[in-house]
């Protein structure tokens, strides 16, 4: 029998799904505000998201942005998919201007430090993420652009407990909430 984590992975292939979830950011904004990143919609559908702070590269103003996260060793990975589309979101852009952000979830807020995957590292990551969200393969397919990928630390390892002790435990890359 398949799981709801599954077969939303299953339809988040298809287009005018990831137009219906894209169009969802705001409710899926406001829902991991609320609930300190405890719960979302696309969360309660198996899907791994988490709130991602960044500064506007050109207006310097906070933005948060729901995005689906891997769990790796010492971090996360966030891949800038976009549902697929051509261009790369404007997160992305804003993380490589200014590496410093927050990620909220399970409770906690972390200020982390984001480092823009390429090359050797980017490939052995990539099966990893595409077995958290499969749609990943499908994003970057659809889209004719390498999906950029970000590793996201704790800014300041040990200072506060945060970002990995808000994660339920499991392996790095398992499907579902981080």
Known sequence: MRTLAQLTA???HHGRVCEI????????????RLSRGRWSVS??????????RTRGARSGRARAVPVVCTRVAGGLLVLGSNGGRPEHPQ?????RCDPRAEVTFGGATTPVRAELL????????????CAAW???????????????MF?????EP????????????GRAGERGSP
């Open 43 to 52: 969360g309660v559908l198996g899907v791994p998201l988490c709130l991602l």
């Open 21 to 32: 979830a894209l169009r969802l950011t705001a409710v899926e904004r406001a829902a991991l």
């Open 158 to 169: 040990g200072a506060q407990p945060g970002l990995l002790q808000a994660w339920r435990p």
């Open 134 to 148: 499969p749609p990943y393969e499908t994003y970057q397919r659809r889209s004719g652009r390498t999906l950029r």
């Open 151 to 155: 590793r996201l630390r704790p800014a």
């Open 118 to 129: 390429t090359g050797a590292e980017r490939a052995a990551l990539w099966p990893l993420a």
């Open 91 to 95: 997160w992305t852009h804003n993380l």
């Open 10 to 12: 299953d339809l988040s």
